[in-house]
T-cell receptor
Framework: GAVVSQHPSWVICKSGTSVKIECRSL??????MFWYRQFPKQSLMLMAT?????????EQGVEKDKFLINHASLTLSTLTVTSAHPEDSSFYIC????????????FGSGTRLTVV | EDQVTQSPEALRLQEGESSSLNCSYT??????LFWYRQDPGKGPEFLFT???AGEEKEKERLKATLTKKESFLHITAPKPEDSATYLC???????????FGEGTQLTVNP
């Protein structure tokens, strides 16, 4: 079945620094990738949608300059949290979808970001 | 507006006590209803996709069913390892993004 690998699983960074999260589709080409944020005891909140080779589309209220998304290849998308602050601490999850829906909506294992 | 509502928010069962989780949806032109299981600190794990009213799918102790307005996830004789949050989601009418329900947190006590 479709597999999406997300790294790192957890990361701790100092306030003001940047951190990059990678999301890779291992056995299919991900034409579309989605990035979510999840707060404790809440459901997934979509941050942005990216199509390979195009600029990401951000949801209302999501700062595109803070959350940089790159989807330069059909198997890799990255989310960079720039100038991180404690309020950016959260659980970030990626999801990938292939051409004509191949792979369904397959999710990565998530990244726990803690900004200290 | 596309909307997905799950109930109950939380459910506690004794091992072996069967029950059902509900997912009500409002979307123009359903293009699939997805069920996921999410364990704490993990990403959602795919369970089922249903596409048309009357469709049913089974996997071990889980069975998902679909009507024109809602989907049920039936859990038969659950075990403690079935404890998790169960999420349902539908693709929005416009585009491919998923709209998620708030989830049902299931706890199965031994």
């Amino acid at each position: 079945g479709a597999v999406v690998s997300q790294h790192p699983s957890w990361v701790i960074c100092k306030s003001g620094t940047s951190v990059k999260i990678e999301c890779r589709s291992l056995d299919f080409q991900a034409t579309t990738m989605f990035w979510y944020r999840q707060f404790p005891k809440q459901s997934l909140m979509l941050m942005a949608t990216s199509n390979e080779g195009s600029k990401a589309t951000y949801e209302q209220g999501v700062e595109k300059d803070k959350f940089l998304i790159n989807h330069a290849s059909l198997t890799l998308s990255t989310l960079t949290v720039t100038s991180a602050h404690p309020e950016d601490s959260s659980f970030y999850i990626c999801s990938a979808r292939g051409y004509r829906g191949l792979g369904g909506y397959t999710f990565g294992s998530g990244t726990r970001l803690t900004v200290v | 507006e596309d909307q997905v509502t799950q109930s109950p928010e939380a459910l506690r069962l004794q091992e072996g006590e069967s029950s059902s989780l509900n997912c009500s949806y409002t979307v123009s032109g359903l293009r699939g209803l997805f069920w996921y299981r999410q364990d704490p600190g993990k990403g959602p794990e795919f369970l089922f996709t249903l596409y048309s009213a009357g469709e049913e799918k089974e996997k071990e102790r889980l069975k998902a069913t679909l009507t024109k307005k809602e989907s049920f996830l039936h859990i038969t004789a659950p075990k403690p390892e079935d404890s998790a949050t169960y999420l349902c989601a539908v693709p929005m009418a416009s585009g491919s993004r998923l709209t998620f329900g708030e989830g049902t947190q299931l706890t199965v006590n031994p």
